[in-house]
């Protein structure tokens, strides 16, 4: 399985950005899905998470509103739409996917998460 995120980007607040996560070696439809950030000094932090079937959604309060997540299983990738961007949202992403649950199932902690992709960086200047 591999996973590889790419989309990221230097922008100032307010701009926008999409990020892609591209998988292979797994039938994606099998795995839900998320997004995760990690900021200079700081722990991992959960941001965006999908059920497998794409029906079912959760955001962290930070991006709640600002930040979209979506997946193409035909195209067997996900995406991290992000709007109003921040300096704060300023990070390292990650896309992470794990095989379990149900077809509405998601998570929120990195350790329910079997493979990662390599990050991308977004910087936000004010």
């Known amino acids: 399985v591999q996973l590889q995120a790419f989309g990221g980007g230097l922008v100032q607040a307010g701009d926008f950005l999409r990020l892609s996560c591209a998988a292979s070696?797994?039938?994606?439809?099998?795995?839900?899905m998320g997004w995760f950030r990690q900021a200079p000094g700081k722990e991992r932090e959960f941001v965006a998470a999908m059920s497998r079937s794409g029906g079912v959604t959760y955001y962290a309060d930070s991006v709640k509103g600002r930040f979209t997540i979506s997946r193409d299983n035909a195209m067997n990738t996900a995406f991290l739409q992000m709007n109003s961007l921040k300096p704060e949202d300023t990070a390292v992403y990650y896309c992470?996917?794990?095989?379990?649950?149900?077809?509405?199932?998601?998570?929120?902690?990195?350790?329910?998460?079997?493979?990662w992709g390599q990050g991308t960086q977004v910087t936000v200047s004010s």
């Open positions: 070696g797994l039938t994606f439809t099998n795995y839900a």
């Open positions: 992470a996917v794990v095989r379990r649950g149900g077809v509405g199932s998601y998570y929120v902690d990195t350790f329910s998460y079997n493979y």
